[in-house]
């Protein structure tokens, strides 16, 4: 089966612009994931979708982000304006309860706001 | 609230020889625990979890980790390192019947030919 996808792989915006990140879960998956590691930390987790309604919002560091997953399928995370503690590498990841609720994850998408 | 503690950066190892990627961490209740590695341009890969049960847990790659109550810890091991092993580990807790983890800063692991 097809693996967590993420969209762009690496992003380079200027602070004050918007941004959409992408993720496609594997086909099947109601749970998705954001989280986001910061350069030589700890990956944090943003938020939670079962389905296409929010379970967990409760990383989200600031109105400035915005997920979505209309339809329950893929999701996007828009950040705007971006700032320049935004950088860092985004992971999405899906999972399935029926198959114990392991997490896969996807590639990341390196995002750098100058 | 939960923590993990991944008290090195980087460990360097020569291939052949047995390795150690540590771990401690900070749950209240039972702990649920994982083990992930990122190589190079990928995602994040399921090595190992520990939930209940024995308290030596076998994962992917030959890669085992034992959970010690008493220590708070949960050591990522294997007997004989690959220089294919050359990687970035995480370790991650999640309070039990949650599967949302709090991971710790990762450990960069370098095995030598």
């Known amino acids: 089966e097809a693996g967590v996808t993420q969209f762009p792989s690496h992003s380079v915006i200027e602070k004050g612009q918007t941004v959409t990140l992408r993720c496609d879960p594997i086909s099947g998956h109601d749970n998705l994931y954001w989280y986001r590691r910061v350069m030589g930390k700890e990956i944090k987790f943003l938020l939670h979708?079962?389905?296409?309604?929010?379970?967990?919002e409760s990383g989200m560091p600031n109105n400035r982000f915005l997920a979505e997953r209309t339809g329950g399928t893929y999701s996007t995370l828009k950040v705007q304006p971006a700032e320049l503690e935004d950088s860092g590498v985004y992971f999405c990841?899906?999972?399935?309860?029926?198959?114990?609720?392991?997490?896969?994850f996807g590639p990341g998408t390196r995002l750098t706001v100058l | 609230a939960q923590s993990v503690a991944q008290p090195e950066d980087q460990v360097n190892v020569a291939e052949g020889n047995p390795l150690t990627v540590k771990c401690t961490y900070s749950?209240?209740?039972?702990?649920?625990l994982f083990w992930y590695v990122q190589y190079p341009n990928r995602g994040l890969q399921f090595l190992l979890k520990?939930?209940?049960?024995?308290?030596l847990v076998k994962g992917s790659y030959g890669f085992e980790a034992e959970f010690n109550k008493s220590q708070t810890s949960f050591h990522l091991k294997k007997p004989s390192a690959l220089v294919s092993d050359s990687a970035l580990y995480f370790c991650a807790v999640s309070r039990g019947g949650s599967y949302i983890p709090t991971f710790g800063r990762g450990t960069s692991l370098i095995v030598h030919p």
């Open positions: 520990y939930i209940t049960g024995d308290n």
């Open positions: 990841a899906s999972s399935q309860v029926s198959r114990g609720n392991e997490q896969f």
């Open positions: 749950v209240s209740g039972n702990p649920y």
């Open positions: 979708f079962v389905k296409e309604s929010k379970q967990d």
